[in-house]
């Protein structure tokens, strides 16, 4: 079969194992995301998530001697839940990204990916080929924009024209010389809607993202959450979706095309109470399978406890309080603190004035001392 031909059944039996979009792109050098890296590197705007020497994360040759082509796929998810339970005063809920709602991607990915690579193999025998999705070392969004997927918005996301940014990209390397598609245009124009939406000025410039400003990987870190970021990740418990709402590509756009992706609401938009007593082997069981579970349940908990904090929620002081005073990690402990002073009853300010007397580490009497600050500042506001 020749390379076109083959190209062409490729895209037929794409379609049939339902991959939404696809591409084809040459894997030359990323030399232009070479540059950008490097820069990104010098300003410390990474989020230290990144795979992979520079070289390995340019160059697809160092992860297939013999990369001829790079296929790339998109898969469109929901962004909008039915039936989406409500926060109420009494059950505070938190909310993950859309990109983890249903199924973890990376399985629903890979297991397509594997399909193409497994009927490739079936029409050229000698085929070599790697897959990735996300957590490999190239970058899924420049193969995709190379590859005609979708263009690259100042929100940093791959925007299709089809199914706006809410897609995940996945690729697989391959040593066959196919014939490469090309780059659409750019389609952002005068906007700057996400840049002006982002809550903590994480675009530092249209396209440019400093990760470590970004809600969307400050959920994911495992340490106390700088101050300056407590208020505002809002009852975010998991990714931050605010770039991408706000864009009119994606206005209309909300793909229900396959039930593994489709959110189940209790678990998209959990309550936030029982989160801080939830077992290992419960946690496993209810978001063990979702993609925003991958760094454990600490972030996911210490950023509930800055949501009840948020939503200054009274009905969750007598919960805190044990939270606080017999949790082992202390950045448990010490975001509950934190959270206590935030909601600002008589009650919390005496709870965390009692754990000082007992409390040994040094970071979380800091918290402590920093949740009895907000005391004169509830005493201000009456
Ligand atoms: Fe800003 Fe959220 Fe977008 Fe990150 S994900 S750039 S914090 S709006
Ligand atoms: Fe581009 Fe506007 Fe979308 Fe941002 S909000 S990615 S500027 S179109």
């Keep these: 079969?020749?390379?076109?031909?083959?190209k062409q059944s490729v895209i037929d039996y794409s379609k049939e194992i339902g991959i939404d979009k696809i591409g084809f792109a040459s894997a030359d050098v990323?030399?232009?995301?070479?540059?950008?890296?490097?820069?990104?590197?010098?300003?410390?705007?990474?989020?230290?998530?990144?795979?992979?020497?520079?070289?390995?994360?340019?160059?697809?040759?160092?992860?297939?001697?013999?990369?001829?082509?790079?296929?790339?796929?998109?898969?469109?998810y929901p962004s909008r839940m039915k039936d989406a339970p409500k926060s109420t005063k009494e059950s505070r809920r938190g909310i993950f990204c859309r990109a983890s709602w249903g199924t973890?991607?990376?399985?629903?990915?890979?297991?397509?990916?594997?399909?193409?690579?497994?009927?490739?193999?079936?029409?050229?025998?000698d085929l070599q080929s790697k897959l990735m999705v996300d957590t490999g070392e190239l970058s899924d969004r420049a193969v995709a924009e190379r590859a005609g997927i979708g263009f690259s918005g100042k929100n940093t996301s791959i925007i299709t024209p089809e199914f706006g940014s809410f897609v995940y990209l996945g690729e697989l390397i391959t040593n066959i010389p196919f014939k490469p598609d090309s780059p659409i245009e750019e389609g952002c124009g005068e906007c700057t809607?996400?840049?002006?939406?982002?809550?903590?000025?994480?675009?530092?410039?249209?396209?440019?993202?400093?990760?470590?400003?970004?809600?969307?990987?400050?959920?994911?870190?495992k340490d106390f959450l700088p101050d300056e970021f407590r208020d505002k990740i809002g009852n975010r418990v998991y990714g931050c979706?605010?770039?991408?709402?706000?864009?009119?590509?994606?206005?209309?756009?909300?793909?229900?095309?396959?039930?593994?992706l489709e959110p189940e609401p209790e678990i998209a938009k959990p309550k936030l109470k029982p989160m801080l007593r939830i077992s290992n082997r419960v946690?496993?069981?209810?978001?063990?399978?979702?993609?925003?579970?991958?760094?454990?349940?600490?972030?996911?908990?210490?950023?509930?406890?800055?949501?009840?904090?948020?939503?200054?929620?009274?009905?969750a002081?007598?919960?805190?309080?044990?939270?606080?005073r017999q949790d082992p990690r202390p950045v448990i402990r010490g975001t509950a603190a934190w959270s206590l002073g935030k909601i600002g009853t008589e009650k919390a300010f005496d709870a965390i004035q009692?754990?000082?007397?007992?409390?040994?580490?040094?970071?979380?009497?800091?918290?402590?001392?920093?949740?009895?600050?907000?005391?004169?500042?509830?005493?201000?506001?009456?």
């Design 1 to 6: 079969m020749n390379v076109d031909t083959l």
């Design 30 to 76: 990323f030399g232009e995301l070479k540059e950008r890296l490097k820069q990104q590197q010098s300003l410390g705007y990474q989020s230290g998530f990144e795979k992979g020497t520079l070289e390995e994360r340019t160059e697809p040759n160092r992860l297939l001697p013999e990369a001829k082509s790079i296929i790339s796929i998109a898969i469109a």
């Design 104 to 125: 973890d991607y990376h399985d629903v990915l890979r297991k397509k990916i594997s399909k193409l690579a497994a009927f490739l193999k079936q029409q050229t025998p």
């Design 193 to 221: 809607k996400c840049m002006d939406a982002c809550p903590t000025g994480a675009l530092v410039q249209g396209g440019q993202l400093n990760a470590q400003r970004c809600i969307a990987f400050l959920t994911q870190t």
């Design 241 to 260: 979706d605010t770039c991408q709402m706000v864009c009119p590509w994606n206005k209309q756009v909300d793909f229900h095309l396959h039930p593994e």
């Design 283 to 315: 946690f496993k069981e209810t978001f063990g399978h979702i993609s925003g579970s991958w760094r454990g349940k600490k972030p996911l908990q210490r950023n509930a406890l800055i949501a009840l904090g948020h939503f200054k929620d009274k009905t």
């Design 317 to 324: 002081v007598d919960e805190l309080i044990p939270v606080m």
């Design 354 to 382: 009692e754990a000082m007397n007992e409390e040994e580490n040094e970071q979380v009497l800091f918290e402590m001392e920093k949740g009895l600050q907000f005391k004169k500042l509830h005493e201000k506001e009456g």
